[in-house]
Nanobody, 127 residues
């Protein structure tokens, strides 16, 4: 399984940015693709997740109403649309893949569930 994150950059507060995660090599019927982020000096945290089975989406409270996760029809690219960004959204953003099981939807935010990670893409929110 390989994941490649892209789309990061510099954006002004209140602006928008769309991250992409290209996914290849997944053979599972049920899996999740998650977005995580890590700011300097802070622990990596969960941002959002989308399930392959039914397209269910999950968000951290800090991004609800501002970020939207989606995937293309082929399910080989997952997007994170970031709107109304704030300086505290600045971080390296990572995408990751987790094999699905009965607990995945309840534990989507746990990094240990994700066995495959892409390299990060830097997002900087600054005027």
């Amino acid at each position: 399984v390989q994941l490649q994150a892209s789309g990061g950059g510099l954006v002004q507060p209140g602006g928008s940015l769309r991250l992409s995660c290209t996914v290849s090599g997944i053979t599972w019927d049920y899996y999740a693709i998650g977005w995580f982020r890590q700011a300097p000096g802070k622990e990596r945290e969960a941002v959002s997740c989308i399930m392959s089975k039914d397209g269910s989406t999950y968000y951290a409270d800090s991004v609800k109403g501002r970020f939207t996760i989606s995937s293309n029809d082929a399910k080989n690219t997952v997007f994170l649309q970031m709107n109304m960004v704030r300086p505290e959204d600045s971080a390296v953003y990572y995408c990751a893949a987790a094999q699905g099981d009965i607990l995945l939807s309840r534990l989507w935010y746990r990094q240990t569930r994700y066995g495959f990670w892409g390299q990060g893409t830097q997002v900087t929110v600054s005027s």
